[in-house]
Structure formats: C-alpha cells, structure tokens
T-cell receptor, first 110, second 115 residues
Framework: GQNIDQPTEMTATEGAIVQINCTYQ??????LFWYQQHAGEAPTFLSY????GLEEKGRFSSFLSRSKGYSYLLLKELQMKDSASYLC???????????FGRGTSLIVHP | SQTIHQWPATLVQPVGSPLSLECTVE??????LYWYRQAAGRGLQLLFY??????ISSEVPQNLSASRPQDRQFILSSKKLLLSDSGFYLC??????????????FGEGSRLTVL
C-alpha cells in the first residue's frame, strides 16, 4: 500500500524560513517529488530527490532520507506569492504511477 | 517544446447528464497520460492512466471512463454524472516509460460542478 503524510496547513511570516515535512511508506520507492499548486491552478514541478541529502534550487531546497522515509521542502526568504499548496509525491518506479500526498497549504502573511 | 491542453476549463452540469473532458499533448510522442481528480481540500486522486493508444488502466471503480483514441489525446467521459463527481480534473503527461522517472506536466485543469 501507499501512505504519504504531510501537515494540512502551515502559516509563516514574509521573509522567514519554513520547512514542510513529508513522510512516506510505500511498496516501492524510486524518488520523491515536490510540486507547488496555487489556488485554482494546476501543480507545477519544484524538485525531485533520488539520493539522500539536500538539493538546493534558489530559495527552495529539498531533502530526502530514504532510510527514514522522510523528506522536507525548505522555503527561504518567504514571499507572499509563496502562499500555495505544496504536494509531496512518491515515484514508486515500476509502472510509474506517482502517488500524491494530500498537500500542505502554506499561508504567508505580512 | 511540449505543451498540454485540456478543455473545457469550467463546466456546470446537472446530475445524470453526460461528461466529456478532452486533453491533448503536443511536441512529444508516446507519452504516459494521466487523469487526476482533486476534490476540495483533498489531494490528487489518480483516476486513469495510459501507456499507449487504447491502453487504459483504471485506479478507482466509478462511473467514469477514459479513452485514448490517438497517441496524444486522452478523453475522460461519463454517461451519467453524480453529485460526487464534482471536482477539479487534471490531465497530465510524462515522457518516460515505466521504471524511469520524470516530473508530471499538468494541463490547466477543468473545474466541474454537478448540481
């Protein structure tokens, strides 16, 4: 089976740093995606982690620990436009059917 | 470059009416295609996926069906809509076959309200 958990909602202040966690228990694992979804829009790709460790992309970084079944997305220097839902998704390999978590709604306030 | 389009963007349908959502991909060949549904406040639920023309796999038994009449065309249909079919429908594609990896590229989404 597939089980992916992430917090439902988080709030943070503009200019701050926020960490969105994701834990997973899946029957197969090849890598982990993070997507950003603004209200009423389609998700857009942020990052993909295959190996353990931190990958940085500008203000966004993503971390993976395969042994712990754990990932996080780190957002620095938060801006109001970062208010969105952040979706964690597991790539199980094999038939390639990504499985998504429910998403974390991030609210950035002034 | 590759693009994906789906339509209509918004529709309001009465219970019991039929549904047809269409999705097309351009700039690639033999993509994996997916239909997801997102209910209010919930995650993405995979409905159907296809690895080739005429090859459809269903993840959730329901009154919806999908077809892939051409390599880059994916259609979601229903003969009789239910209230529970309301939601945000997303078509997506990836260019990599099973066993490989790649991000999903999503269409703009179709918001369906069943009254």
């Amino acid at each position: 089976g597939q089980n992916i958990d992430q917090p439902t909602e988080m709030t943070a202040t503009e200019g701050a740093i926020v960490q969105i966690n994701c834990t997973y228990q899946t029957s197969g694992f090849n890598g982990l995606f993070w997507y950003q979804q603004h209200a009423g829009e389609a998700p857009t790709f942020l990052s993909y982690n295959v190996l353990d460790g931190l990958e940085e992309k500008g203000r966004f970084s993503s971390f993976l620990s395969r042994s712990k079944g754990y990932s996080y997305l780190l957002l620095k220097e938060l801006q109001m436009k970062d208010s969105a839902s952040y979706l964690c998704a597991v790539d199980p390999g094999g038939s390639y059917i990504p499985t998504f978590g429910r998403g974390t709604s991030l609210i950035v306030h002034p | 470059s590759q693009t994906i389009h789906q339509w209509p963007a918004t529709l309001v349908q009465p219970v019991g009416s039929p549904l047809s959502l269409e999705c097309t991909v351009e700039g690639t060949s033999n993509p994996n295609l997916y239909w997801y549904r997102q209910a209010a406040g919930r995650g993405l639920q995979l409905l159907f996926y296809s690895v080739g023309i005429g090859q459809i796999s269903s993840e959730v038994p329901q009154n919806l069906s999908a077809s892939r009449p051409q390599d880059r065309q994916f259609i979601l249909s229903s003969k009789k809509l239910l209230l529970s079919d309301s939601g945000f429908y997303l078509c997506a594609w990836t260019g990599l076959a099973g066993g490989s990896t790649g991000e999903l590229f999503f269409g703009e989404g179709s918001r369906l309200t069943v009254l």
